[in-house]
């Protein structure tokens, strides 16, 4: 049996008296931080629907002016199962509006689905698809667990050379201290998720010391938004409880060669069918003669600075290089736009881009890859 110094703290009770707790999960202005509060209803919710409209203070400006500090409409807007206090208690993502007719600037979610209904029927074209386009996103969440300081638990660049240590996929390393508590936080996290209802895809064990991964979906539009901001509160709360906490930064040492990714893979129905990668193809040109900056800053919520610290770090050759659009098959290093292997010997199937980071803004970033790999928007 692994020891280690955190000692395991106990989880939320379960509570099994009449009435139900609904924990409110909503991101504040960064796009990216999950926040959250408590209210106690006297019925199990059948919907979401049937959740209390809230209010909160929050900021309704992306870069989080005082000024603009006001007291905003939480509306409940996707329900899932909480894994902390059991059934028949719930997890509600929430969406920030001014009033109950006008989003709030923050509100990427409402944005993103504009963009998802304007796939079925584009206005400023007219354009009508003869198929729905039925658009599915995946997303590959990288983090490291850190210390309090925000530095990973196992990092300790005196001693290794981590520009050439692969610990990727690998168990028990010598390098890497701290696993055992890391593999352990990691599966309650995918089993707190799939009780939640989260559309969990799999987990894998990280190139860097003390960094992991977990991919969500494939998810129908918006609805990514919701499984992953879920998916991220809970990893959250249960890093709290084990005394660790847990970092979405794309460079959280400055300097170092540790980056994190958020990967976005795509697909619209007939890229699906069969022969659909000439749609594929298709969607990636696009992609590549589309003016980089604007997509960019939709893959960032700090507007690139955090990203571009991460595309251009020279360390690592696994992350695409800012402004070198590469695609290929069944190859990672330095590629921008991937093609899996799999998709190429099927002729179907879905490509991934490599550029958001791993601090993206789900919504923001599965809007801007629409406009820019369907509409054209950044041409
Ligand atoms: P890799 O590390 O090789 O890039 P992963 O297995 O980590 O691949 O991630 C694959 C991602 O692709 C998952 O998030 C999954 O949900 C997503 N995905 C799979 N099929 C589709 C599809 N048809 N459309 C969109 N996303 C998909
Ligand atoms: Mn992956
Ligand atoms: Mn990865
Ligand atoms: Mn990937």
């Known amino acids: 049996m692994t020891t280690n110094k955190y000692d395991l703290v106990l989880p939320d009770i379960p509570y099994n008296g009449d009435k139900v707790i609904i924990e409110y999960v909503f991101v504040n202005h960064t796009g990216y931080e999950v926040c959250s509060k408590t209210r106690i209803v006297d019925a199990e919710p059948?919907?979401?629907?049937?959740?209390?409209?809230?209010?909160?203070?929050?900021?309704?400006?992306?870069?989080?002016?005082?000024e603009n500090f006001k007291e905003m409409i939480l509306k409940p807007v996707a329900m899932f199962k909480n894994p902390f206090f059991r059934s028949p208690h719930k997890l509600v993502i929430c969406e920030f509006w001014l009033n109950m007719e006008t989003p709030s600037t923050i509100n990427t979610r409402y944005t993103c689905k504009k963009t998802m209904e304007r796939l079925n029927f584009d206005p400023i074209s007219g354009y009508r698809p003869k198929q729905p386009h039925d658009p599915w996103f995946g997303i590959e969440q990288e983090y490291f667990v850190t210390r309090d300081d925000g530095v990973p638990i196992s990092y300790d660049p005196k001693n290794y050379n981590y520009e050439t240590l692969i610990l990727y996929t690998k168990l028990g390393h010598r390098h890497d201290k701290n696993i055992g508590i890391e593999r352990e936080l990691s599966n309650r996290h995918m089993t707190a998720c799939l009780y939640a209802g989260i559309k969990f895809g799999g987990v894998i064990r990280e190139n860097n010391p003390s960094q992991w991964e977990y991919q969500i979906g494939p998810c129908l539009g918006e609805t990514i938004g919701d499984h992953l901001n879920m998916s991220r509160y809970i990893l959250q709360r249960l890093a709290e409880m084990f005394g660790l906490r847990v970092t979405f930064h794309p460079v959280p040492v400055n300097g170092s060669p540790l980056t994190s990714s958020g990967h976005l893979n795509f697909s619209i129905s007939k890229m699906r069918a069969k022969g659909g990668i000439k749609f594929i193809r298709h969607a990636i040109n696009l992609l590549a003669n589309s003016d980089e900056d604007p997509l960019l800053q939709?893959?960032?919520?700090?507007?690139?600075?955090?990203?571009?610290?991460?595309?251009?770090?020279?360390?690592?050759?696994?992350?695409?290089?800012?402004?070198?659009?590469?695609?290929?098959?069944?190859?990672?290093?330095?590629?921008t736009v991937r093609i899996p292997p799999l998709v190429n010997i099927n002729g179907c199937g879905y490509f991934e881009d490599r550029r958001p980071s791993s601090a993206l803004d789900p919504y923001a970033a599965a809007d801007g890859i629409v406009r820019s790999s369907i509409f054209g928007d950044f041409l």
């Open 46 to 66: 059948a919907t979401v629907e049937d959740c209390p409209v809230w209010d909160n203070y929050m900021w309704d400006d992306v870069e989080g002016k005082p």
């Open 298 to 335: 939709m893959y960032d919520p700090t507007l690139n600075q955090e990203n571009k610290e991460r595309l251009t770090n020279t360390s690592g050759v696994w992350h695409p290089q800012l402004h070198k659009f590469v695609c290929d098959v069944g190859k990672k290093e330095l590629v």
